[in-house]
């Protein structure tokens, strides 16, 4: 079952009643009790982005939200996502599923981190090859990452994938503090990081322990990685907005409702399609399979079926070298008291 996204950017005042969060939005009074109180069933309810200094929300309404596993991220003055509260116990089997998490071998790690970030750059070639940009390098590139990417291949293709992706007439260079549409690429990216550490809770694993970022300040290493070969999905919101001519300079409550659609955007797995926050549960608990020894695949949804392109090396359409990622292995060269410089948005 699909979750709601509830975004409230008006002064409101949020309580528990009866199983239902009662919302009360003290700037419609004037209109009366039926446009200025609404209900929303607690089970129905996946994130809530509190995004105005003026809300209040009860104790007993953040309880019931999290024992549902809900997502609660709030918001700073300027609007942007400056937090995140996720529910302690999401899954029957947490404490055990625990115990493989942190006792995943290098090897493992470095596998599952191939085969992440190989889904990544496919969704990221996917994307150029839609707008008709060249991309049959980005396919390559795909193909020679070994296991843990010691070749930084990633790193090349997102290069290349920046500096490509937007039309010619926006002047664009991806890094988190710098001019729009990075503003509209960093909420959109914080709200897919919630999504995905709510799946990540939910198949009982720990957000802070990840396969490859590291950093003693992030809580959410494991959420930053597994949500890397969702990211072109934001792209392609952010992409449309720019491309129908909306003002981008500022995160007006349009552009909002449309990268908060994420949760409902429609992604294809082998076995068929699915809304994203129903997939990534997928996701999540192939992870989790992956920790127990009783798989080596992540279960990761791919834009497009290139098995198919003309000349390519992987032609038959019962082949897929993801399938094989996790069989390879490769010289890892990092340190393995490195940490991230920062995080990754």
């Not at 955007?265 to 076995?271: A, I, P, S, Y």
């Not at 992870?287 to 279960?299: F, M, T």
């Amino acid at each position: 079952m699909i979750k709601r996204t509830l975004h409230f950017s008006n002064p409101a005042y949020l309580s528990l009643k009866n199983g239902q969060m009662v919302i009360d939005l003290p700037h419609l009074k004037v209109l009366g009790d039926e446009e200025s109180k609404k209900y929303a069933a607690i089970e129905d309810i996946g994130v809530v982005v509190l995004d105005h200094q003026q809300i209040t929300i009860t104790h007993g309404c953040m309880a019931a939200l999290l024992d549902n596993n809900a997502a609660i991220i709030t918001c700073d003055s300027s609007h942007h996502p400056t937090g995140m509260l996720l529910p302690l116990d999401g899954n029957d089997t947490q404490s055990e599923r625990f115990r493989h998490q942190i006792n995943a071998s290098q090897p493992l790690k470095k596998q599952l981190w191939q085969q992440t970030v190989q889904a990544k750059i496919l969704n990221q070639a996917a994307v150029l090859a839609e707008r008709g940009i060249e991309h049959d390098n980005m396919l390559y590139w795909a193909k020679s990452v070994r296991s843990g990417d010691p070749d930084n291949y990633e790193g090349r293709a997102a290069a290349y994938y920046w500096k490509n992706v937007f039309p010619p007439k926006v002047v664009f260079f991806r890094n988190r503090e710098g001019n729009p549409p990075n503003n509209l690429l960093n909420y959109g990216y914080a709200i897919l990081r919630a999504i995905v550490a709510r799946s990540l809770v939910c198949s009982g694993l720990l957000p802070t322990l990840g396969i490859h970022h590291r950093n003693k300040y992030n809580a959410y290493c494991l959420a930053d990685d597994m949500m890397e070969p969702y990211r072109p999905y934001v792209d392609k919101i952010v992409l449309r907005i720019v491309d129908n001519g909306e003002n981008f300079l500022e995160l007006g409550n349009s552009i909002k409702a449309q990268l908060l659609g994420i949760a409902t955007v429609d992604v294809q797995f082998e076995k068929g399609r699915s809304p994203l926050m129903v997939g990534l549960q997928s996701t999540t608990a192939s992870l989790a399979r992956c920790y127990e020894g009783r798989s080596r695949k992540l279960v990761y949804p791919l834009m497009k079926n290139f098995n198919q392109k003309k000349g390519m090396f992987y032609q038959t359409a019962d082949e897929s070298f993801l399938a094989d990622a996790a069989e390879e292995q490769g010289d890892y060269t990092r340190n393995p008291n490195d940490e991230d410089d920062e995080l990754p948005f």
